[in-house]
């Protein structure tokens, strides 16, 4: 997720930073961990010591972070060690050196560590309060608060607040015009209302902007998904009118007490939410004082990693101690003809083939507003195959059985029934039925060599994710369509919307598609730069924070297509995974 900084006095050149390697102020510049509109950030040494060495353009930017940083000293907010000009003779850049923080973001290490809610908050919130209540007893409100600026130090698994270049404190100079600086998923009622009513006034941050980015922090850790959705979507909208599903309803591993607490922090109204650290840290103790064991649960089930391809079923079976008859008998004998029958085959896709929609999608939950709600109201859809041709689809054809969702479905019965249904399923299954096609394999988990590499070249300092178009910019723009008909296996036409830390706008991904269940999964492994240069990346499709992206009605996975919102977004990993 990038950040929206604004308008930038004293803003330096892109492009002029020094390459690793560098001596910059008595320190050696080993590799450079990102490159944004405040500046450089880079791994240096000095003496055998490990640094996080930032570079900023002269001007106001840098001095206000310095200025800020000054002002606070607590073992959960990143230390600011020295700062200087360089080059001496003719300074271009104010170079911070600041404490190395070795370790993970926030919502990395909550993943990887399959995070309880005690360890949340205990861990994690707990101390994030206190740090922040002192960096606002010294005058300062940080501004940007979130996940990814909240790194966890190995050394001791304390959480750790970093990146101040948005901080305000008492005399500032002013960034911005209309808003200030930060992420717009985590700005409070209070800023989005301001925006909307601005007349040319200063917006005055207050530390109650800090305490509701901590509250959207909370959430997304809790149920993996962005309260008030992205800003692709009717975000301002959403943040002064929707309330957002529990967490523990949304997720039901989220202990009562904790998704109350986190709802508390996203009230409305500043007056009915916690007013200051010391309420918020009184109510964390307080819930704490109650956990049981359901808060020593991880708070989402264990993410499995299968091969890509599963070792062959044994071809023979064991005879059973007891037998049931014949009926068990010619079962096993089906279930073995199935396990060694031919692999999945590759089918040829068939460009030019529109699947017609059979009914608008359903509204979104209000946690995933998104990218398809402020499109065109026309509903349209395209197919989009190898050779990333758009199509605007028929209108749907009637239909005289519509099926009825809210049917019950007939209780299945055993024995012959279930006989039968063996029966036919094996015959279809050697006949290579077209309507039950054998499932495709998983991809497989491992990402190309020199992912981190691209990574690194385009200044990503920490995972992040992006909007991506699924069919060419230029058919999307035109035709305004909506949603796009996608073929399972090789995909070739997704692209990069806007710029994304350094990647450039329109840049093309390369990967595959795979189905599961009633979900969407994306694998793109190939970059390709306008220049023609392809670069190894890593980039799974993801809605919010969930893995894949949900089926439209009218899709037809059973033969090999589905449709799919045709502004999704891709996030970076380290490894695929479902």
């Not at 089906?334 to 590759?346: H, K, R, S």
Request: one cysteine or more; proline letters at 11%; hydrophobic letters at 35%.
């Amino acid at each position: 997720m990038s950040d929206e900084r604004g308008e930038q006095d004293g803003g330096g050149r892109r492009g002029n930073e020094p390459a690793p390697g560098t001596q910059v102020a008595g320190f050696t510049l080993q590799e450079c961990l990102a490159t944004g509109s405040s500046g450089s950030v880079y791994r240096a040494e000095r003496g055998g010591r490990r640094f996080a060495l930032k570079l900023v353009p002269m001007g106001m930017w840098g001095e206000r972070e310095v200025d800020a940083l000054r002002r606070v000293r607590h073992t959960s907010v990143v230390g600011l060690l020295g700062y200087g000009q360089w080059p001496e003779d003719k300074p271009r850049f104010l170079v911070l050196a600041l404490e190395w923080v070795d370790g993970p973001a926030l919502d990395v290490w909550a993943r990887e560590n399959r995070c309880t809610a005690e360890q949340l908050a205990r861990q994690v919130l707990r101390p994030v309060v206190e740090a922040l209540g002192q960096v606002h007893a010294a005058g300062v409100v940080h501004r940007d608060v979130k996940e990814a600026n909240i790194l966890m130090r190995r050394e001791d698994g304390r959480p750790v607040l970093v990146d101040f270049g948005s901080a305000r404190y008492e005399g500032a100079p002013r960034l911005t015009m209309r808003l200030p600086p930060g992420t717009p998923e985590y700005r409070s009622p209070e800023i989005v209302r301001f925006a909307r009513e601005w007349e040319g006034e200063r917006y005055d941050a207050q530390p109650a902007d800090d305490w509701w980015a901590l509250g959207v922090t909370l959430y997304a850790l809790l149920t993996r998904t962005l309260p008030f959705g992205d800003r692709h979507g009717p975000l301002t909208r959403t943040i002064l009118e929707h309330t957002p599903e529990v967490p523990h309803v949304r997720n039901p591993r989220v202990p009562r007490a904790l998704g109350e607490l986190c709802l508390r922090m996203l009230e409305k109204a500043p007056e009915a939410r916690y007013a200051d650290a010391q309420t918020l840290a009184r109510a964390v103790d307080e819930a704490l004082a109650q956990a049981d064991d359901t808060w020593r649960v991880p708070l989402f089930a264990e993410e499995p990693v299968r091969p890509a391809s599963a070792s062959p079923l044994p071809q023979t079976a064991p005879a059973p101690t007891v037998t049931s008859g014949w009926s068990r008998s010619l079962l096993l004998s089906l279930l073995t003809a199935l396990a060694v029958l031919p692999g999945p085959q590759l089918i040829p896709s068939e460009p030019g083939v529109i699947i017609p929609r059979t009914g608008l999608p359903p509204p979104l939950p209000p946690q995933e507003a998104g990218f398809r709600q402020e499109l065109a109201d026309p509903p349209k859809t395209a197919e989009v195959g190898p050779r990333a041709e758009l199509l605007e689809s028929p209108p749907p054809a009637p239909t005289d059985a519509p099926h009825r969702e809210d049917e019950p479905m007939r209780k299945p019965h055993s024995g012959r029934s279930l006989l039968k249904s063996t029966l036919v399923s094996a015959a279809c299954v050697s006949a290579g039925c077209a309507s039950a096609p054998p499932p495709r394999p998983r991809p497989s988990a491992e990402c190309p060599p020199g992912h981190q590499e691209t990574l690194k070249r385009f200044g990503f300092v920490r995972p992040g994710w992006h909007s991506v178009i699924l069919a060419p910019f230029k058919d999307v723009r035109k035709s305004r369509i909506k949603t796009v008909t996608v073929q399972e296996g090789p995909f070739t036409t997704a692209e990069i919307h806007g710029d994304w830390e350094g990647i450039p706008d329109q840049t093309k991904l390369y990967g595959q598609l795979y189905f599961e269940g009633n979900r969407i999964h994306g694998y793109f492994t190939q970059l390709i730069l306008r220049t023609g240069e392809a670069l190894p990346v890593c980039l799974r499709l993801t809605e919010g924070l969930h893995p894949g992206m949900p089926m439209e009605p009218g899709s037809q996975p059973n033969k090999g297509k589905a449709i799919i919102n045709v502004l999704p977004a891709v996030e970076t990993v380290n490894r695929f995974y479902y």
